[in-house]
């Protein structure tokens, strides 16, 4: 059953820095990276060395805990480093791509003929099933469970976000590949969640095979641990698949084409990109290129990958992340602030009307990375609720990793939740504390005990 | 501003670690901070933008807000007293001159007690210094009659931020609201110096003696109490607030001030306001259906505008770590204050006005309400997987 959710509580915040819709295409970078660190609780186990020629589609690394699931290279080329933390933690493995990207083949195929293990063995095979992760602890999916529903949301509502509609125009029938292919993992329903207020004939809502759930709201309407939660609640032991759109077309292209294609069209956004606008690139692929072309303003910047609220920073040679379609630059906020608490504050942006800047609410703001304050105890209360659309005790659930109760944690509905759900939480806190690193604390406590 | 950030970076590594002063690290954190929002930011990983609003930011704004009860509060002093010596040509600067004369002193002791403490406690558990007090160091004098002695408006300044919320380990750990515990602590310790017909409005003369002796000073609810009808104000003198009380509560106006700013910024909770307002007229319908005494006549709108029941609402009950924390539970908590708050009004001889002690027992309930609320939410859930 098709369902129309309107959600009610949560915070758009008018960025400057919106990307035109205009794609850019220019010449592959050079280097090209894959980084563990961007999949929860992976133990990555290496299959190639610094050295190396590989395909696109040849695999780098797998999962020790799960080992049918590989990581491919998304070019061709040479393995030029292997980068290490703290106890050989392997952070990047890099690729110095070729002029031309040689893809390794495999057999093209008609999911519809296929049945599920046929499924499954293909997109393990060609290095796709890393797209698709679970609810709860948002890890990789394990190809031995049978997810009840697979969830795909068709856009993102976080600031600056790119635009689905306009990304995948063209792409409809690879995208209707990569469903036919989900289809049969699920006995459940594929649920394509669409915003409710664009256009009503889109690249989406041709889409065959699939229930088609009409959001609307504010930001974090786009979530999707927000329309699990109102569409197919997870209870405990139930789970739940999601995939980003865009990698529903890289399944497509494995089926339709043979090859581990994860080309893609990022927006590079943020106030202190000259030419904010998309530009086609691939999976992986170095930021340095990219951030010439669109220009960079002077001085102290801070490099996303992903939205303001749930990146994580890059440096200005680093990479794009794996799930990531957006690059977001804002600018550091190291300089500290006369009396800032005191001013009248008519260009600070906040929820509240504590500062005059309610008195320009459609103002674009170009906000910093400061964190405006000193880190509190909980002190206000309400706060979390105005943003946090799930009928969840956001504190509580808190407070309950916080002193590591997991019984409690189970209770309050940790299940539900991954850290991006808690961003607009920890963006409107008073007393500054950093809900997502928490909560991601008490997801890895749970897998823990769970083992 | 430049030079000053300047000298404090200079003075900073004697008080970071190995500095002379390490020990005082916390006090020069604060007096830093209090100049200068830092230029700390994000993590490299999570929200990596923040709302410009901090605590400081919000205490201030509630210190703010309390501004119109203060300087009411001062003219009402003035007034009260030439009214007493029977000066009616004091003009409104005499009047207001007078009170500020005495109600500063009470701010000043009650913020430099409150914030000793604060900094002594802060340098020995090694923790910055909260902004909570900015609020609590406010509202004691508001709520203090203004005959009280300094040194009492000092020791239970101390008390308060001591038991009622350093114990339990600083802001947002504490169980009752601190100003309150203050005045609840002065109220069982002295009670003849917040209670009766002689400490509420100020009759002494330079020299230092009641030159009007006898002259009832009584608050309108001490009035009511006694059964004296006809004394209680109207119903537009007790809004207004030119009537003896503690030196913040009595105008309603000023508290109806108050109470827009902290709305409309959405630093206070109208949930609570609201719930308190409707549970104290409810109450009030309930007396009048019987109307035994005084105090059981008095009409519904008319205790709401009576003693400290607005400024109760609006800044006490409020208070978010004492109150209830759940949308819901905020609603019971409210109500159930109102609904007290008049039922000890008129079922308590001995002290007529009920809405400190009905805050108070109601912000020990507050974690009760809140475990109920959440109980509730994990029914739902478990429910849903069957």
């Not at chain 1, 005059?356 to 703001?365: A, E, Q, V």
Request: aromatic content about 10%; some cysteine; charged content about 20%.
């Amino acid at each position: 059953m098709a369902k129309y959710i309107k959600i009610k509580r949560g915070l758009n915040i008018n960025l400057s820095g919106e990307a035109v819709k205009e794609v850019i295409e220019l010449p592959n970078a050079e280097v090209f990276a894959i980084k563990p660190t961007d999949f929860n609780s992976l133990t990555p186990k290496l299959l190639v060395k610094t050295g190396d020629e590989v395909q696109a589609g040849t695999p780098l690394f797998y999962n020790k805990n799960n080992e049918a699931i590989k990581f491919c290279s998304p070019v061709s080329g040479e393995v030029i480093d292997i980068i290490r933390g703290d106890k050989r933690k392997i952070l990047e493995i890099k690729i110095l791509a070729d002029k031309e990207i040689k893809y390794f083949s495999y057999t093209k195929s008609d999911p519809n003929a296929l049945n599920r293990e046929e499924i499954k063995e293909a997109l393990l095979n060609g290095g796709v099933w890393p797209f698709i992760r679970q609810r709860p602890f948002g890890t990789i999916a394990n190809p031995v469970d049978l997810p009840k529903s697979i969830f795909i949301s068709a856009f993102e509502s976080s600031p600056l976000a790119p635009d689905n509609i306009f990304i995948l125009k063209g792409n409809e029938a690879l995208f209707q590949i990569g469903l036919d292919a989900l289809k049969k993992l699920t006995e459940g329903e594929i649920h394509l969640n669409i915003n409710a207020e664009t256009e009503p004939n889109n690249v989406f809502t041709n889409a065959k095979g699939v229930v088609l759930n009409r959001i609307s709201g504010p930001h974090p309407a786009g979530n999707v641990g927000v329309q699990i939660h109102h569409i197919d609640p997870i209870n405990k032991g139930e789970i739940v698949w999601y995939i980003n759109p865009q990698d529903v077309v890289i399944i497509g292209k494995l089926f339709a084409e043979g090859k581990f294609d994860v080309s893609r069209i990022i927006a590079v956004t943020g106030s202190q990109i000259t030419h904010p606008q998309h530009y086609k690139t691939i999976l992986g692929s170095s930021v340095k290129n990219i951030l010439a072309d669109a220009g960079m303003a002077e001085g102290d910047n801070r490099i996303i990958s992903g939205n303001v609220f749930s990146g994580y920073t890059i440096p200005l040679d680093g990479f794009i992340g794996f799930y990531d379609s957006q690059i977001t630059v804002i600018p550091e906020g190291h300089e500290a602030e006369f009396m800032g608490w005191m001013a009248p504050g008519f260009n600070k942006y906040s929820m509240s009307r504590a500062f005059f800047s309610w008195l320009t609410p459609n103002k674009k703001h170009q906000l910093n990375s400061n964190l405006h304050g000193e880190e509190r105890p909980f002190v206000v209360t309400g706060e979390y609720e105005k943003v946090f659309p799930m009928d969840i005790y956001p504190v509580q659930l808190l407070k309950s990793i916080l002193i590591e109760d997991i019984e409690m944690m189970e209770k309050l509905g940790i299940y539900e939740v991954v850290e991006e759900d808690f961003a607009l939480c920890e963006f409107v806190c008073t007393s500054k504390i950093k809900s997502q690193e928490i909560i991601r604390h008490g997801l890895e406590i749970i897998q823990k005990e769970f083992g | 501003m430049k030079p000053i950030k300047k000298i404090l970076d200079k003075l900073k590594p004697n008080f970071e670690k190995g500095g002379k002063l390490e020990k005082f690290y916390p006090a020069f954190n604060a007096f830093e901070t209090f100049l200068f929002v830092p230029g700390e930011t994000t993590s490299p990983k999570g929200t990596h933008i923040r709302d410009a609003i901090d605590l400081k930011r919000t205490m201030i704004l509630v210190v703010i807000s309390l501004i119109p009860c203060l300087l009411f509060g001062m003219w009402n002093v003035g007034y009260q007293h030439h009214l007493a010596l029977g000066l009616s040509e004091a003009t409104l600067i005499d009047n207001f001159v007078y009170g500020a004369i005495k109600v500063m002193p009470l701010v000043i002791v009650s913020y430099g007690a409150g914030l000793t403490v604060e900094f002594i406690f802060a340098i020995i558990k090694k923790h910055t210094i909260n902004e909570g007090f900015l609020v609590s160091g406010m509202l004691i004098p508001l709520v203090m009659p203004v005959d009280v002695p300094l040194w009492m408006v000092a020791v239970s300044t101390i008390f308060a931020v001591i038991i009622g919320k350093e114990v339990f380990g600083g802001t947002g750990m504490n169980i009752l609201n601190p100003a309150l515990t203050a005045r609840a602590f002065l109220f069982f310790a002295y009670p003849t110096k917040i209670s009766g017909n002689e400490v509420w409005i100020n009759t002494s003369t330079e020299k230092g003696q009641a030159i009007v002796d006898g002259y009832s000073g009584a608050t309108p609810l001490g009035d009511a109490a006694a059964g004296l009808a006809d004394r209680i104000p109207s119903l537009m003198e007790s809004f207004i607030g030119a009537i003896p009380g503690s030196i913040g509560e009595t105008s309603t106006i000023a508290c109806l001030i108050g109470a827009a700013i902290l709305l409309y910024t959405g630093i206070g909770s109208w949930r609570i306001m609201l719930s308190v307002f409707i549970g104290g007229f409810l109450m009030a319908i309930i007396f009048n259906l019987f109307g035994l005494n005084t105090l059981m006549q008095i009409t519904p709108l008319h205790h709401l505008v009576l003693g400290g029941f607005a400024f109760g609402a609006i800044f006490m009950a409020t208070d978010p770590v004492s109150a209830a924390q759940t949308n819901t539970g905020k609603y019971i908590y409210g109500f159930l204050i109102g609904m007290f708050a008049i039922l000890f009004r008129v079922f308590n001889p001995a002290y007529p006005e009920g809405m400190m002690l009905a805050i108070l027992f109601m912000n020990v309930m507050a974690p009760l309400i809140d475990h109920y609320v959440v109980a509730a939410n994990i029914n739902r859930r478990l429910k849903r997987a069957k």
